[in-house]
């Protein structure tokens, strides 16, 4: 399984981008989840979104709620988190990450519930 993510960039704050993870290589079971992690330097990796493909549900960091919308689709195996209103603070490398089967609710926000990472795509928003 190869995920493959992209969309990163410099942006000013206030600024938008939309990052998308496509996975390659296998099919997921019905109810895999999405997610998405951040790692700014000096710090450890953080939860920032994860998608419940079984129920719909969505799950977002309170940093982030409100300003980031994470979708999918499932036709073209891609998850997709939809910023706006970014901050300097968003400044970090952004990793999707996916899991081949359901999820424990409780998990979803948890790193190591996951299987597959991609490779991380960087994200700097300027003041």
């Known amino acids: 399984v190869q995920l493959q993510a992209s969309g990163g960039g410099l942006v000013q704050a206030g600024g938008s981008l939309r990052l998308s993870c496509t996975a390659s290589?296998?099919?997921?079971?019905?109810?895999?989840?999405g997610g998405w992690f951040r790692q700014a330097p000096g710090k450890e990796r953080e939860f920032v979104a994860a998608?419940?493909?079984?129920?719909?549900?969505?799950y977002y960091s309170d940093s982030v709620k409100g300003r980031f919308t994470i979708s999918r689709d499932r036709a073209k195996n891609t998850v997709y988190l939809q910023m706006k209103g970014l901050k300097p603070d968003d400044t970090a490398v952004y990793y999707c990450?996916?899991?081949?089967?359901?999820?424990?609710?409780?998990?979803?926000?948890?790193?190591?519930?996951?299987?597959?990472w991609g490779q991380g795509t960087e994200v700097t928003v300027s003041s």
């Open positions: 290589g296998r099919t997921f079971a019905a109810g895999s989840p």
């Open positions: 990450a996916a899991r081949n089967g359901r999820i424990v609710t409780s998990h979803i926000t948890r790193a190591g519930a996951y299987d597959f």
């Open positions: 998608i419940d493909t079984w129920t719909g549900s969505t």
